[in-house]
């Protein structure tokens, strides 16, 4: 069964950093690319960054480009989300997921079938 945990999250001031940090299980990890997804309450999921199995090719929302990085460990079954000169307008759950094919990469969720529990990044202005 595939499991992915996140940590990391908090509350930080506009400007700040935060790093966030998704444990897979389940899967042979170094095969699969991974993502990172954010929801605000009662909008829609929205895509953040992607990372190819060996972590050569990323993908990044508008948004965040020149201040979120993408990368990986597969030593270790980790993704990493590093957050640089947050916004109050990041503010949100922010979720990991792996992709649904071996040495698959997407941007979009429907490429994607196992997610984690999400966590809160709160961004105060």
């Known amino acids: 069964q595939v499991q992915l945990v996140e940590s990391g999250g908090g509350l930080v001031q506009a400007g700040g950093s935060l790093r966030l940090s998704c444990a897979a299980s389940g899967r042979t990890f170094s095969n699969y690319g991974m993502g990172w997804f954010r929801q605000a309450p009662g909008k829609e999921r929205e895509f953040v960054a992607a990372?190819?199995?060996?972590?050569?090719?990323?993908s990044y929302a508008e948004s965040v480009k020149g201040r979120f990085t993408i990368s990986r460990e597969n030593a270790k079954n980790t993704v990493y989300l590093q957050m640089n000169s947050l916004k109050p307008e990041d503010t949100n759950v922010y979720y990991c997921?792996?992709?649904?094919?071996?040495?698959?990469?997407?941007?979009?969720?429907?490429?994607?079938?196992?997610w984690g529990q999400g966590t809160q990044v709160t961004v105060s202005s």
């Open positions: 990372i190819n199995w060996s972590g050569t090719i990323t």
């Open positions: 997921a792996i992709v649904n094919l071996p040495y698959g990469f997407s941007t979009h969720g429907g490429g994607y079938d196992y």
